[in-house]
């Protein structure tokens, strides 16, 4: 009796390991899981949503939101912010009329919060995007820091974590991101 026991736990003990190194792995190389900390993109994102990224494979587009581990001044974790304009894109800024062009095309932006103001720090109004970088702004651009800010600027793919593909909890946000 006691044998049988002790090859029982054996076994769920050895099957606990292989699905916590799996999923160490996937969340690892595969996908992972962030949270959102505060309001930059809102009403897409809010503070406290739990989110899950698609990190291999991926190739930044314009409208995706992603996340960024690159460090500025006003921010030293993980930020979310939308993909405005990919490398080789020129992105012109109109507070006065309220409207982002990339490449001489105004962006239909309905997801935005708001009419967008000038921010209080120095910005960017327009900007030629390196190749291998993004231009990326929050949904909520009147509470947000992001690419018009000189010390972010474009941001270099190397510092993307992944792309957000889906918001796990709170339950009342949970699905398809974006």
Same mark, same amino acid.
């Given at each position: 009796?006691?044998?049988?026991?002790?090859?029982?736990?054996?076994?769920?003990?050895?099957?606990?390991?292989?699905?916590?190194?799996?999923?160490?792995?996937?969340?690892?190389?595969?996908?992972?899981?962030?949270?959102?900390?505060?309001?930059?993109?809102?009403?897409?994102?809010?503070?406290?949503?739990?989110?899950?990224?698609?990190?291999?494979?991926?190739?930044?587009?314009? @409208?995706? *939101?992603? $996340? #960024?581990?690159?460090?500025?001044? /006003?921010?030293?974790?993980?930020?979310?912010?939308?993909?405005? =304009?990919?490398?080789?894109?020129?992105?012109?800024?109109?507070?006065?009329?309220?409207?982002?062009?990339?490449?001489?095309?105004?962006?239909?932006?309905?997801?935005?919060?708001?009419?967008?103001?000038?921010?209080?720090?120095?910005?960017?109004?327009?900007?030629?995007?390196?190749? @291998?970088? *993004?231009? $990326? #702004?929050?949904?909520?651009?009147? /509470?947000?820091?992001?690419?018009?800010?000189?010390?972010?600027? =474009?941001?270099?793919?190397?510092?993307?974590?992944?792309?957000?593909?889906?918001?796990?909890?709170?339950?009342?946000?949970?699905?398809?991101?974006?």
């Amino acid at each position: 009796m006691k044998q049988a026991l002790k090859k029982e736990l054996y076994f769920w003990l050895g099957t606990a390991a292989v699905v916590l190194a799996a999923l160490i792995l996937v969340f690892t190389f595969i996908g992972r899981v962030i949270l959102v900390d505060g309001v930059s993109m809102e009403p897409t994102l809010e503070g406290g949503d739990l989110l899950l990224l698609r990190s291999i494979g991926y190739t930044p587009k314009q @409208g995706d *939101i992603v $996340v #960024l581990t690159k460090e500025f001044e /006003d921010a030293d974790g993980p930020i979310v912010k939308r993909v405005i =304009a990919t490398g080789g894109q020129h992105v012109e800024i109109d507070y006065a009329a309220g409207t982002i062009t990339v490449d001489g095309e105004v962006l239909d932006e309905p997801y935005i919060n708001g009419a967008m103001e000038e921010p209080w720090y120095e910005n960017l109004t327009s900007v030629d995007v390196p190749e @291998g970088s *993004i231009f $990326v #702004l929050g949904d909520n651009r009147n /509470d947000s820091s992001d690419s018009r800010n000189v010390t972010l600027g =474009a941001v270099d793919q190397r510092y993307l974590l992944g792309k957000v593909i889906w918001v796990m909890f709170p339950f009342r946000n949970f699905g398809a991101a974006g």
